[in-house]
């Protein structure tokens, strides 16, 4: 059965900060992985997303991911929090062979102390 | 793109009466998505359409539960005789033909079964 973990439910980092949000995620086939944003009330915003080639991947606001075949995960950095980055995240996998529906993890909450 | 609009925005309904959800995607997309979001969970994928063609449905879309996409554009998702226990954030999203390709979600519809 396809599965997404995010193992941390609540993250709190002050501003400036790095952050880091895991992922690991168990897929009986090639995956697409993505990482989304949502705002309290709001729908989803893609950050970025990995397919294919270099596994280190940039996306909007700064953030990027690393995918990780040997580990099963694909976490997400950024170098230097803003306050504007409260918000909750979401990892998601995907696969042509599933009719890329996406199977999305439970979500990590995201705080940033001023 | 205009981006993928949802109506309403919100619907409070009484427990047992019939609801109906709209989504338009962007024009171009021909792959609709309609996921189901519930308080601290992640997006549950319900069922999709390639055009016009329906081609998976979850096991979490009870007999109650009938989507539909009339001539490939707009999807509406009905919801008969509602329980409190369907209460949730209807999300829809479209993404182009062919794949992989990333799903653009709609801000959502919030339901309420009182």
């Known amino acids: 059965a396809q599965s997404v973990t995010q193992p941390d439910i609540h993250i709190t980092v002050s501003e400036g900060a790095s952050l880091e949000l895991r992922c690991n995620y168990s897929?009986?086939?090639?995956?697409?992985l993505f990482w989304y944003v949502q705002s309290p009330g709001q729908g989803l915003q893609l950050l970025l997303k990995?397919?294919?080639?270099?596994?280190l991947v940039q996306g909007i606001k700064g953030f990027e991911a690393e995918f990780k075949r040997s580990q099963s995960s694909f976490n997400l950095r950024k170098p230097s929090v803003h306050w504007s980055d409260a918000a909750e995240y979401f990892c998601a996998v995907g696969a042509m062979e599933y009719g890329n529906k996406l199977v999305f993890g439970a979500g990590t909450i995201l705080r940033v102390k001023s | 793109d205009t981006g993928v609009s949802q109506n309403p925005r919100h619907k409070i309904t009484k427990r047992g009466q019939n609801v109906t959800f709209r989504c338009d995607p962007i024009?171009?997309?021909?792959?609709l998505y309609w996921y189901r979001q519930t308080l601290g969970q992640g997006p549950e994928f319900l069922t999709y359409f390639q055009n016009e063609a329906q081609l998976e449905k979850s096991r979490l879309l009870s007999d109650r539960f009938s989507a539909e996409r009339p001539k490939g554009s707009f999807s509406t998702l009905e919801i008969q005789r509602t329980e409190q226990g369907d209460s949730a954030m209807y999300l829809c999203a479209s993404s182009r033909p062919g794949g992989p390709n990333e799903q653009f979600f709609g801000p959502g519809t919030r339901l309420t079964v009182l």
């Open positions: 897929y009986g086939a090639t995956p697409y």
């Open positions: 024009s171009e997309h021909n792959r």
């Open positions: 990995y397919f294919s080639g270099d596994t």
